[in-house]
């Protein structure tokens, strides 16, 4: 009887102090900055009840993965797919949560089409009725775009996209130029990554000053966070938020995951475009996560939020990519069918010791 009674004591201290009391994400951090995760279809169409009530409890902003790229919601020259994102916009107000709609314009994940128009003109209609129409149709139905997204190179230059080559450099004020006409009531946010390493912020920082100079409006910029737990540039990144938001505008974390798998190459990329083949050594942790790579992790994540703490008012949104470890886009890139554990939940939707270590950052500043 002692004993059991023991036993009903320990519970019950441990539910009091355990995972039961610890704030959740959105709760913790809501007098600093938005809280966000990368949805995808699965979970915008509530499939999974776990996710769907991890995600209401924990995040107060969302950004659909993939379905408001190009290729799904404007698959043909006068069709429109608008479904997933009506799905997403009715979800996200159910559940009073900001969407950062993602995005207007990108290089990659182009319908077919695109790529077969061949002169500038059609380009340009194409462009404008593109942004015209989605931008349009979600303005203050959606909290923020991605206006364009990824248009630099590592040397800070402007990358050889189709846009660059049809339309010209200024493709980019032109961008905006229209978001800004079709999306009034709607924040307009340039997205890409690395640009927290010297010459690519340099050359965000010229395109952002260029947009202002034009009279046009842009009011934040994403870095999009997808770093390695052991080696995020934390440096370059408070060196970035410092820049980027002497320029007057909003600086986010729009893609945050810290991957703990190694690196094929000797760089740091987020290019979907470039992939590696798998050998042996490159997927070390199939069976689960050792406490050491486990500690490097949250203290890595842990650093981070104290930096964003640092700069609160100046940052004023952390995105993770994701939900969990098992839907993360790094357990298929740059190497397919990798085991990896960027994320702070695990892939039984379980915080992890880095989540407990984010919490801590506001608890013990
Ligand atoms: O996570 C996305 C993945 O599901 C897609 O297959 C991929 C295709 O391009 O895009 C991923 O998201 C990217 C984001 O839209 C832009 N920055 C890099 C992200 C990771 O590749």
């Known amino acids: 009887m002692i004993q059991r009674s023991i036993l009903v004591t320990t519970l019950l201290t441990a539910a009091l102090t355990g995972p039961a009391q610890t704030p959740t994400l959105r709760e913790a951090f809501k007098d600093d900055f938005l809280i966000g995760m990368a949805i995808n279809t699965r979970q915008i169409e509530e499939k999974d ?20 790229k190009a290729e799904i919601i404007h698959p043909g020259w006068d069709v ?39 002169n500038a003109d059609s380009l340009r209609t194409w462009f404008t009725n593109h942004i015209t129409t989605i931008a349009s149709r979600y303005d203050g139905k959606v909290y923020s775009w ?40 709607t924040k307009l946010y340039y997205n890409d990554y690395n640009i927290e390493q010297p010459k690519k912020r340099a050359g965000a920082i ?47 974390f729009t893609e945050l995951d810290l991957g703990v798998l190694p690196n094929p ?25 050792p406490d050491s790579v486990a500690d490097i992790q949250a203290k890595a994540y842990a650093d981070l939020f104290r930096l964003f703490l640092k700069y609160k008012g100046k940052v004023t949104r952390i995105t993770f990519w994701g939900l969990d470890d098992g839907m993360s886009w790094l357990n298929d890139w740059p190497i397919r069918g990798r085991t990896n554990y960027p994320l702070l939940f695990d892939r039984n939707y379980q915080p992890k010791k880095a989540y407990f270590n984010v919490i801590a950052t506001k608890q013990q500043p």
């Open 49 to 68: 009840p776990a996710a769907a009530r991890l995600i209401q409890q924990q995040f107060s902003a969302v950004t659909p993965e993939n379905i408001m």
């Open 80 to 118: 429109y797919n608008f479904d997933l994102a009506d799905k997403l916009v009715a979800y996200a107000q159910k559940n009073n949560i900001k969407v950062n709609a993602h995005n207007l314009i990108w290089h990659s994940q182009l319908p077919g089409y695109v790529h077969r128009i061949n």
């Open 146 to 185: 991605d206006v364009v997204n990824e248009a630099l190179n590592e040397d800070g230059t402007l990358r050889n996209s189709v846009f660059l080559q049809k339309l010209g450099p200024d493709y980019l004020i032109e961008a905006f130029r229209l978001a800004q006409k079709a999306a009034p009531h």
């Open 206 to 252: 010229a395109l952002i000053k260029k947009i202002q100079a034009a009279g046009v409006r842009v009011d934040g910029v994403g870095i999009q966070g997808h770093w390695r737990a052991n080696n995020v540039p934390m440096a370059d990144i408070e060196a970035s938020i410092r820049e980027f938001s002497a320029l007057g505008i909003e600086v986010m």
């Open 265 to 289: 190459w000797d760089n740091t990329t987020a290019d979907v475009g470039q992939t590696a083949a798998n050998r042996a050594g490159m997927n070390p942790y199939p069976g689960g996560l």
